[in-house]
């Protein structure tokens, strides 16, 4: 009786909600599980830029505007941080920024944009580790503007619970 689902995309603003279920969602979420995310290690960089990064930042921007949040949960993967044989409870560095990342991506071609993928990945070994990397980056950077509560959970696989 607590859950109440809403139709949304993570690539659109406000999660492409309709103005009744994005005020009714604002007004009355507690808890956020962005858990929304293009797994395909092949696709080139727009698209998982797309997915995970603006995707990131368009849940963010709605998490924002919630009056009650209490936690927005980010769900991240083990292997973001590939160049640290121990991964530490902690958001590491890179030097590519979230939204400069997401500004490219808007007026970059995809062609262009996978022409220059090997140079722009350089440690990672997919898109989609790299643009996961940047989510993460993206919501300790927001939490730390003291713009709400999360945390980023980091699981190695995460399958459904019921098929």
Same mark, same amino acid.
């Given at each position: 009786?607590?859950?109440?689902?809403?139709?949304?995309?993570?690539?659109?603003?406000?999660?492409?909600?309709?103005?009744?279920?994005?005020?009714?969602?604002?007004?009355?979420?507690?808890?956020?599980?962005?858990?929304?995310?293009?797994?395909?290690?092949?696709?080139?960089?727009?698209?998982?830029?797309?997915?995970?990064?603006?995707?990131?930042?368009?849940?963010?921007?709605?998490?924002?505007?919630?009056?009650?949040? @209490?936690?927005?949960?980010?769900?991240?993967?083990?292997?973001?941080?590939?160049?640290?044989?121990?991964?530490?409870?902690?958001?590491?560095?890179?030097?590519?920024?979230?939204?400069?990342?997401?500004?490219?991506?808007?007026?970059?071609?995809?062609?262009?944009?996978?022409?220059?993928?090997? @140079?722009?990945?350089?440690?990672?070994?997919?898109?989609?580790?790299?643009?996961?990397?940047?989510?993460?980056?993206?919501?300790? @950077?927001?939490?730390?503007?003291?713009?709400?509560?999360?945390?980023?959970?980091?699981?190695?696989?995460?399958?459904?619970?019921?098929?």
């Amino acid at each position: 009786k607590k859950i109440c689902p809403v139709w949304g995309e993570v690539t659109e603003a406000n999660l492409g909600m309709v103005d009744d279920d994005l005020r009714h969602t604002i007004a009355n979420t507690n808890i956020v599980f962005h858990l929304a995310a293009s797994l395909k290690l092949e696709n080139t960089l727009k698209p998982n830029i797309l997915i995970n990064l603006t995707g990131t930042k368009n849940v963010v921007d709605v998490a924002k505007q919630m009056k009650n949040l @209490d936690l927005l949960m980010h769900i991240s993967t083990a292997f973001c941080n590939i160049e640290h044989d121990v991964v530490e409870e902690k958001v590491y560095d890179f030097p590519h920024r979230p939204f400069e990342v997401i500004r490219a991506a808007e007026w970059l071609s995809e062609k262009t944009l996978a022409a220059a993928q090997k @140079d722009i990945l350089g440690i990672h070994p997919n898109t989609y580790t790299y643009t996961k990397r940047l989510a993460e980056i993206l919501i300790r @950077d927001e939490y730390n503007n003291n713009n709400f509560p999360a945390c980023i959970v980091r699981p190695s696989i995460v399958t459904p619970s019921f098929w």
